[in-house]
Nanobody, 123 residues
Framework: QVQLVQSGGGLVQPGGSLTLSCAVTGRTFGRFAVGWFRQAPGQEREFVAAMRWSILTKIYAESVKGRSTISRDDAGNRVYLRMDSLIPADTAVYFC????????????????WGHGTQVTVTS
């Protein structure tokens, strides 16, 4: 059984940077992939970034390309999301997620979810 435990988040100023972390246990090999999603008040959950665990293939939402990086630490079994040049529109609850069915950007493709971490960007 896959378990996801998130950490990080908080209050940052516009233009600042933030790194979120997600500890992954019980992962499988093959088509295992991890992703980050976010949900602002009154909005649907939206895709941010994802990566294939084994070969490090990565995809990003257009809104965060060039200022975000998804990565993993195999030794610690953690996945990270670093975001730079933060803007107020980045304010949301961020979720890490995982799937055994391959790399995807759709919410419905992910089987396992973390509890969510608040990120607030304001001056």
């Amino acid at each position: 059984q896959v378990q996801l435990v998130q950490s990080g988040g908080g209050l940052v100023q516009p233009g600042g940077s933030l790194t979120l972390s997600c500890a992954v246990t019980g992962r499988t090999f093959g088509r295992f992939a991890v992703g980050w999603f976010r949900q602002a008040p009154g909005q649907e959950r939206e895709f941010v970034a994802a990566m294939r665990w084994s070969i490090l293939t990565k995809i990003y939402a257009e809104s965060v390309k060039g200022r975000s990086t998804i990565s993993r630490d195999d030794a610690g079994n953690r996945v990270y999301l670093r975001m730079d040049s933060l803007i107020p529109a980045d304010t949301a609850v961020y979720f890490c997620a995982a799937t055994n069915s391959g790399l995807a950007n759709q919410v419905e493709r992910y089987e396992y979810w973390g509890h969510g971490t608040q990120v607030t960007v304001t001056s």
